[in-house]
């Protein structure tokens, strides 16, 4: 469980348009089970791994206004989703990564991929 909370400034864009004050908060209940696992191919290390995320938002209040009025926004409040990931161990310090991460609520899809590459500086563990 998490609460999150967001408040943005009041500011006049470039063609004088007032954006007041906006507030966003929520909380958020999820369940996110998974499954991995890692073993060797060669001298590298890989390491797999998928995840199930349901997450429900509790209280959701997104508010925001212009100099046009005050504006609220609602947006689907359950997320149905899913991850999987692949790390390669390289080295003891470079690693490989993919990932893929796919959402849905009851008004919006997504789709994200992520390639990853990181190399550890320094002697220690």
Same mark, same amino acid.
């Given at each position: 469980?998490?609460?999150?909370?967001?408040?943005?400034?009041?500011? +006049?864009?470039? #063609?004088?348009?007032?954006?007041?004050?906006?507030?966003?908060?929520?909380?958020?209940?999820?369940?996110? %089970?998974?499954?991995? +696992? /890692?073993?060797?191919?060669?001298? /590298?290390?890989?390491? %797999?791994?998928?995840?199930?995320?349901?997450?429900?938002?509790?209280?959701?209040?997104?508010?925001?206004? +212009? *100099?046009?009025?005050?504006? #609220?926004? /609602?947006?689907? *409040?359950? #997320?149905?989703?899913? *991850?999987?990931?692949?790390?390669?161990?390289?080295?003891?310090?470079?690693?490989?990564?993919?990932?893929?991460?796919?959402?849905? #609520?009851?008004?919006?899809?997504?789709?994200?991929?992520?390639?990853?590459?990181?190399?550890?500086?320094?002697?220690?563990?």
């Amino acid at each position: 469980a998490r609460h999150v909370y967001f408040h943005g400034i009041s500011f +006049t864009d470039s #063609t004088g348009t007032r954006f007041g004050d906006s507030e966003s908060s929520y909380g958020t209940v999820s369940f996110e %089970p998974g499954l991995s +696992t /890692a073993f060797l191919v060669g001298n /590298a290390r890989v390491s %797999p791994g998928v995840r199930l995320l349901l997450q429900q938002r509790i209280g959701y209040q997104n508010e925001s206004s +212009t *100099d046009n009025g005050v504006f #609220t926004f /609602a947006d689907g *409040d359950f #997320t149905l989703g899913g *991850d999987f990931v692949t790390t390669v161990d390289v080295t003891e310090r470079l690693s490989a990564g993919i990932a893929v991460q796919g959402r849905v #609520t009851q008004d919006q899809k997504s789709l994200l991929g992520i390639l990853s590459l990181n190399y550890r500086f320094g002697g220690g563990t």
